[in-house]
């Protein structure tokens, strides 16, 4: 057991519970892995909020968007043979994968970092177009001299990709699309230009040669990427054997670039680990944590809407320059705070 996370006393912080949902006809299932910055003097979540109708004994419904912006509420009857239901996250009708529920992105703040709030004046963000009418997801928020980049899961029934937004003021947003094509998620964005380019963090997957891998890539102006590279791979039997992604943007210090990743077994049991980066060549991997630094051990990680998880797409660094706080998901259903120590990540890679 190698889980050196502090995790909050008041965990959970957030339950769907707390929030209201957006439109009338829905209830909030979930509360998701919530992106993390600071501004104004405040810590703020960018919180993925997942929606859907109450349930019913006969039969399966979830809402999507049409490509106007407009919410539809699809309903299949369980009995219905072209129904595949077996996972609690996603269907499949007449050979077309829907999410059970449909997500957003939702700003809330506080003054001590505990205690969240939704404040007034800050819009709701939803998918808009054709390219996420499954809604968006899971966004890592990068702060590059004021100017925010927000990167989230895109998904609609042509696949999953990564969009793009950026604001100063968190009030207005320019949208850039479709940064990656499906299949991809995970991007996280440095916060800093290294060797005069952006570099980004990312995960593309592949069904039949290679798998679920972080990558590498480097762009001019941190809208068009390329000269991919895959720098951190699945290993096999161990924790992070099924799959590895992204967390938040990694964190420069004196020894490289730090980043908090999330790994998961094929069994889907997701924990958290590290990897450490050359500062000036980002591509070069210098250290990795053997064993998880976080894993799902308290109650509201083991049990929830998909149990055994913590996932983490969102942090802020204390000014001690040590420590780390995490805000994560649980359980796929509430978002959690814990505490992690950069002096404690490095004496367990040996660095």
């Not at 369980?78 to 992105?105: E, F, M, P, Q, W």
């Not at 969240?116 to 808009?128: I, Q, V």
Request: with cysteine.
């Amino acid at each position: 057991m190698s889980d050196i996370a502090k995790r909050f006393p008041q965990n959970p912080l957030l339950s769907p519970k707390d929030l209201k949902a957006s439109i009338e006809g829905l209830h909030i299932a979930c509360l998701l892995n919530p992106g993390a910055f600071k501004f104004e003097g405040k810590t703020w979540l960018l919180v993925r909020v997942a929606e859907r109708p109450q349930q019913s004994d006969v039969q399966i419904s979830f809402p999507i968007l049409t490509e106007t912006g407009e919410t539809k509420i699809m309903e299949i009857a369980l009995n219905d043979a072209d129904l595949i239901a077996t996972d609690t996250r996603v269907v499949r009708y007449k050979g077309v994968d829907y999410l059970t529920t449909l997500s957003h992105l939702r700003l809330l703040c506080s003054d001590d970092g505990v205690k969240f709030y939704e404040p007034d004046g800050y819009p709701r963000l939803f998918g808009k177009g054709p390219l996420q009418t499954f809604g968006i997801e899971d966004c890592r928020v990068t702060n590059l001299k004021g100017n925010f980049y927000l990167t989230f899961t895109a998904v609609s029934d042509s696949g999953v990709g990564v969009g793009m937004r950026t604001t100063t003021d968190w009030k207005t947003f320019e949208s850039h699309g479709m940064i990656l094509p499906p299949h991809n998620k995970d991007v996280a964005i440095f916060e800093e230009k290294i060797n005069g380019k952006y570099y980004a963090l990312h995960r593309p997957s592949s069904v039949d040669i290679g798998g679920n891998y972080i990558w590498l890539a480097e762009s001019p102006d941190g809208v068009h990427w390329g000269n991919h590279k895959c720098i951190v791979k699945t290993r096999e039997g161990l924790w992070d054997g099924g799959r590895v992604g992204a967390g938040a943007a990694p964190i420069k210090t004196e020894k490289g670039w730090l980043e908090i990743y999330h790994g998961a077994t094929k069994e889907h049991r997701y924990c958290l680990g590290a990897f450490l980066l050359d500062l000036d060549e980002p591509s070069k991997v210098i250290a990795r944590t053997d064993g998880p630094i976080m894993e799902p051990t308290e109650p509201y990680e083991v049990s929830g809407f998909f149990g055994h998880v913590v996932f983490t797409n969102g942090h802020v660094l204390e000014d001690d320059g040590d420590t780390i706080t995490i805000y994560y998901g649980a359980a796929d259903e509430f978002v959690c705070g814990a505490h992690l120590s950069i002096k404690e990540i490095f004496a367990i890679m040996g660095v």
